[in-house]
């Protein structure tokens, strides 16, 4: 649908040095890179809506070191999480095209495997992926969630652009994170990009005046815009405190 051009950018595949893992859902099989494989914890990472997760890759590499997450343990032994960085239906050499349905069946899918291979699995999705980490926790009792310049929907954010057009009509992926943020229970940290262009704050904060259950953790990074966010320091640190918090 032409609707979804406005709100998909597939991104192709890319050569990259890490690990890959296939999953096959619905009649479709979709890739993920992993990185430091056979952890007994795990994060599953959901990106943006251009992002190529073989370039975000690298940071999660040098941020998830062992003394960052885990100042005891030394330099030579294993950071403690395994990370599964998602490539969508269309992005990243997996198969398909998006849509809200595939992106939600797929991650749930993916979610309710994982857990049967480790013992804790943490979920992240930053701008769209807050959209797919949201319906998780609502499906799902996880423990810990981290939502990134996240929306309270995408029709939300459209009308307010296009006042003019009838978006809860032309828009058939809404991603209505406020809708299901009532039956999520997890420990929440959200991360704003102080000079958000993309997400603004009134979309942010009407999703975490909607977590009534368990108020998030909210962490205001200054400076950082829409898409550079996770180059300030401050955004591995947070997520590493709040993972590693009790």
């Known amino acids: 649908m032409m609707q979804r051009s406005f709100i998909y950018f597939p991104t192709g595949a890319v050569e990259h040095r890490f690990g890959d893992m296939t999953f096959e859902n619905d009649g479709a099989s979709t890739t993920s890179i992993v990185l430091n494989k056979g952890q007994d914890k795990a994060i599953i990472y959901f990106g943006g809506n251009a992002e190529n997760v073989a370039f975000t890759a690298p940071e999660f590499e040098q941020a998830f070191e062992p003394t960052l997450l885990e100042p005891e343990l030394s330099e030579l032994e294993s950071s403690p999480y395994s990370v599964y960085l998602v490539n969508y239906r269309g992005y990243g050499g997996s198969e398909g095209s998006p849509s809200e349905a595939a ?59 296009f006042p003019f057009y009838p978006m809860s009509i032309l828009l058939k992926d809404k991603f209505n994170s406020v809708e299901r943020a009532g039956s999520i229970y997890s420990d929440t940290l959200i991360l704003v990009a102080e000079d958000d262009k993309v997400v603004r704050r009134i979309h942010t904060d009407k999703l975490i005046e909607s977590l009534v259950n368990r108020a998030p953790e909210v962490v205001l990074i200054e400076g950082a815009g829409h898409n550079d966010i996770s180059q300030y320091s401050a955004y591995y640190q947070s997520i590493s405190v709040f993972l590693n918090s009790h």
């Not at 992106?103 to 930053?126: C, K, N, P």
């Open 103 to 161: 992106l939600l069946s797929d991650a749930l899918a993916l979610y309710d495997r994982l857990v049967l291979t480790h013992e804790s699995v943490f979920v992240i999705g930053r701008s769209l992926g807050s959209g797919v980490a949201t319906y998780i926790a609502s499906e799902r009792p996880l423990k810990k969630l981290v939502l990134v310049t996240p929306f309270d929907s995408i029709q939300s954010i459209a009308q307010k652009q």
